[in-house]
């Protein structure tokens, strides 16, 4: 089962911590997640009206024990979860770290991760595309960009239109 999620953090940098974590499977389940301890002192200005500002409602809200002990749990629900972002570089180190580090992440996720922007170049689409745009989607009001949450759905919803074009090619 492909998993479109994507990760908000205190920036970009070695040092980084979650602020949030949103996931969706391609058959619409999904599981968001707000941070309570993330570095407050990483914040700067664009991070505090961007994301911080953004993060919206969620049912999941708690120290990173507290997520990765409910996102363990919504996982299991797959016998193998795809995991797909749309830049992994930070998502996926931060993904993994969550659990411990790479060697550590649930059995049943797969241990190649893939990502949004090459799957554009591959299909030679600009990477550097508005994902909304390119989605066709408008932000809802419940939804911002850079909310966790928002920014998995786009992601599946960009996945699932490129490769409906890579089909009909």
Same mark, same amino acid.
Not at 50 to 74: P, Q
Not at 93 to 106: D, H, R, S
């Given at each position: 089962?492909?998993?479109?999620?994507?990760?908000?953090?205190?920036?970009?940098?070695?040092?980084? +911590?979650?602020?949030?974590?949103?996931?969706?499977?391609?058959?619409?389940?999904?599981?968001?997640?707000?941070?309570?301890?993330?570095?407050?002192?990483?914040?700067?200005?664009?991070?505090?009206?961007?994301?911080?500002?953004?993060?919206?409602?969620?049912?999941?809200?708690?120290?990173?024990?507290?997520?990765?002990?409910?996102?363990?749990?919504?996982? +299991?629900?797959?016998?193998?979860?795809?995991?797909?972002?749309?830049?992994?570089?930070?998502?996926?180190?931060?993904?993994?770290?969550?659990?411990?580090?790479?060697?550590?992440?649930?059995?049943?996720?797969?241990?190649?991760?893939?990502?949004?922007?090459?799957?554009?170049?591959?299909?030679?689409?600009?990477?550097?595309?508005?994902?909304?745009?390119?989605?066709?989607?408008?932000?809802?009001?419940?939804?911002?960009?850079?909310?966790?949450?928002?920014?998995?759905?786009?992601?599946?919803?960009?996945?699932?239109?490129?490769?409906?074009?890579?089909?009909r090619r």
């Amino acid at each position: 089962m492909n998993v479109f999620f994507d990760m908000e953090f205190t920036g970009l940098h070695q040092r980084t +911590t979650p602020i949030s974590i949103g996931l969706v499977s391609e058959d619409g389940q999904e599981f968001y997640a707000v941070f309570t301890d993330y570095d407050r002192e990483q914040i700067d200005p664009w991070i505090a009206e961007n994301v911080i500002a953004n993060i919206g409602e969620s049912r999941v809200i708690g120290d990173t024990a507290y997520v990765v002990f409910l996102l363990r749990k919504w996982l +299991t629900q797959f016998d193998q979860a795809v995991m797909w972002s749309d830049v992994y570089a930070y998502d996926w180190v931060l993904f993994c770290e969550l659990f411990g580090g790479a060697l550590k992440v649930p059995k049943n996720v797969y241990y190649i991760p893939f990502d949004l922007a090459t799957l554009f170049v591959a299909n030679y689409i600009d990477p550097d595309v508005n994902r909304e745009e390119y989605a066709k989607m408008e932000v809802e009001s419940k939804y911002w960009k850079h909310n966790a949450l928002w920014d998995a759905m786009v992601i599946k919803a960009c996945y699932e239109r490129a490769m409906r074009e890579q089909v009909r090619r």
